[in-house]
């Protein structure tokens, strides 16, 4: 338990922030994960849509420091190139 007003307020602060970051991240792996449903579907269409969404979470996640930036690009790089391989 926090000894002082001011670390009480921080945890308050960071359990808020927390909620916030499981939310983004739960955005960002549901489109991940739809996205590789529809590439063992071998659905073109339906992946490419699915990578533009999951590329809008990404980007997201990283604006938002739930990630980094660079883990961001190269999440996105390793999904294009499986959706590509589709092609």
């Known amino acids: ?6 670390a009480a ?4 602060k960071s359990a808020r922030r927390r ?7 739960t955005k960002y792996r549901s489109a991940v994960k ?7 579907e071998a659905e073109k269409a339906t992946s490419v849509t699915a990578l533009s969404k999951a590329f809008a979470q ?21 999904l294009s190139k499986t959706v590509n ?3």
């Open 19 to 25: 909620e916030y970051n499981q939310i983004t991240k």
């Open 58 to 78: 990404l980007d997201k996640a990283a604006k938002k420091g739930v990630i980094h930036k660079n883990t961001a690009s190269r999440k996105k790089s390793r």
């Open 9 to 12: 307020k921080a945890m308050r």
């Open 34 to 40: 739809e996205l590789k449903k529809a590439i063992e």
């Open 1 to 6: 338990m926090p000894n002082t007003k001011s």
């Open 85 to 87: 391989k589709l092609k």
